[in-house]
């Protein structure tokens, strides 16, 4: 079995065979005619609303080759929610000039789950705007997803510079739980700290 062959094969996989997803691997070994055929094929997938595996898929085929389309897709709205959160952070990781935060706040209100999970994961929080902390709080007080609230719970400490270094583990530990806390005044009480905290680091 060639590269392009096994390239081919995973997407019979099913399942849990499929947990590893489509990593470097499949790209590695191939010739610069697999991989352009590659492209083409994963092109056609995110074309059609795409997935997350398909835009990652994409870009390890041939990053600066994808920016451009998966660009026009992203800003022509033709992507579905998990591949819209794919595109958003590899153009953000590849350096494309496209505006990518409304599209991580969108995902992070998603009804899929899995988009919001992943969107909370991937926003960058460095900085931190007014409206990725908004989204992260709006997560944390209503997501019943737990992966999900742990990825805004986190990016939320990371954008305001709480670590377990720069406040002490007590006091970490603290606003952490009550972030994570089914109080809602122990979240509220948490928010206010944080907000203290990131005035008097600015």
């Given at each position: 079995m060639n590269a392009y062959q096994r390239f081919l094969g995973f997407f019979e996989m099913h399942n849990k065979e499929r947990l590893d997803g489509l990593d470097d691997s499949y790209f590695a070994a191939m010739s610069c005619d697999e991989r352009a055929r590659a492209f083409e094929f994963l092109l056609e997938k995110v074309e059609a609303g795409g997935s997350e595996e398909s835009v990652h898929g994409l870009f390890r085929a041939d990053s600066l080759r994808a920016i451009?389309?998966?660009?026009?897709?992203?800003?022509?709205?033709?992507?579905?929610?998990?591949?819209?959160?794919?595109?958003?952070?590899?153009?953000?990781?590849?350096?494309?000039?496209?505006?990518?935060?409304?599209?991580?706040?969108?995902?992070?209100?998603?009804?899929?789950?899995?988009?919001?999970?992943?969107?909370?994961?991937?926003?960058?929080?460095?900085?931190?705007?007014?409206?990725?902390?908004?989204?992260?709080?709006?997560?944390?007080?209503?997501?019943?997803?737990?992966?999900?609230?742990?990825?805004?719970?986190?990016?939320?400490?990371?954008?305001?510079?709480v670590t377990k270094e720069s406040v002490g583990k007590s006091t970490y530990l603290e606003i952490y739980r009550g972030l994570h806390s089914a109080d809602m005044r122990a979240k509220e009480a948490a928010f206010e700290r944080l907000d203290a905290i990131r005035q008097t680091m600015n």
């Open positions: 451009e389309p998966v660009k026009a897709l992203l800003e022509s709205g033709r992507l579905r929610p998990r591949a819209e959160i794919a595109a958003a952070w590899n153009l953000c990781r590849f350096g494309a000039d496209v505006p990518v935060l409304p599209v991580f706040i969108k995902g992070m209100s998603s009804a899929d789950s899995e988009a919001r999970t992943n969107a909370a994961y991937y926003v960058p929080v460095d900085p931190l705007t007014d409206g990725v902390k908004a989204a992260f709080e709006k997560m944390i007080r209503t997501e019943t997803t737990q992966l999900a609230r742990i990825h805004a719970v986190n990016g939320l400490l990371s954008g305001c510079g």
